[in-house]
């Protein structure tokens, strides 16, 4: 059997409509990075064939609820197996965090990995609403496998002391600091693809 990977996106998530629209209006686009896949559409290729990269298209990323998100996500627990690997890239982390902290999670995880990922509300334009976490993540902790935290420096997406509170909120996990991957828009990640093949 494959090794199974489930990769969770990042996204938006707004308070009102109004606040989604000016984000709409103002949102500068990156036409040249829309052509450019980014790593975790090339993680198939980069792991190979023995492994089964699941790359699922959550609701509305622009405009993110997570009952929308916990919805999808549930439906996707009879296709897993035990052994799984997760990933999650910013909100996606901060998704996974969320969900394991409240549900039990039927499939046994290896290892989850969060990939700048948000923990707090620690900016004004920086708010998580219905996807912030718990007062305490243990269920996170207990069901999450061995815990990887990726984060870089000059990342201004997501403040890098938020992998530091992830650290403090499991003690065991393993912290990288980057300092020049930014929000980790990159075509490849291959420190991930190394410790997931060590894993394996």
């Known amino acids: ?24 209006k103002e949102h500068e686009l990156d036409f040249q990075k829309m052509m450019i896949a ?11 064939d023995d492994y089964e990269v699941i ?24 296709f897993l197996h035990d052994g799984l690997i997760l990933v999650g890239h910013s909100m996606g982390g901060l998704f996974l965090a969320k969900y394991l902290s409240e549900n039990n999670f039927k499939p046994k995880v290896r290892a989850t990995f969060l990939v700048a ?44 002391r938020d992998s530091g509170d992830y650290k403090n909120a499991v003690p065991n996990s393993e912290l990288k600091m980057f300092t020049d991957r930014g929000h980790f828009g990159q075509p490849h990640l291959p420190e991930l693809v190394e410790v997931i093949k060590k894993l394996a």
């Open 1 to 24: 059997m494959k090794q199974q990977v489930l990769v969770i996106h990042g996204g938006d998530t707004f308070d009102t409509r109004e606040e989604y629209i000016k984000f709409l």
């Open 38 to 48: 980014g790593w975790k559409e090339n993680l198939r290729s980069d792991l190979g």
């Open 117 to 160: 990922a948000p923990f707090g509300d620690n900016l004004p334009e920086y708010e998580l609403y219905s996807f912030s976490l718990p007062k305490k993540i243990d269920g996170f902790a207990r069901q999450a496998g061995q815990v990887f935290i990726f984060h870089s420096s000059d990342d201004l997406a997501v403040p890098p």
């Open 55 to 78: 790359l699922p298209k959550m609701p509305n990323n622009t405009n993110a609820t997570y009952e929308e998100w916990e919805i999808m996500f549930g439906k996707l627990i009879p």
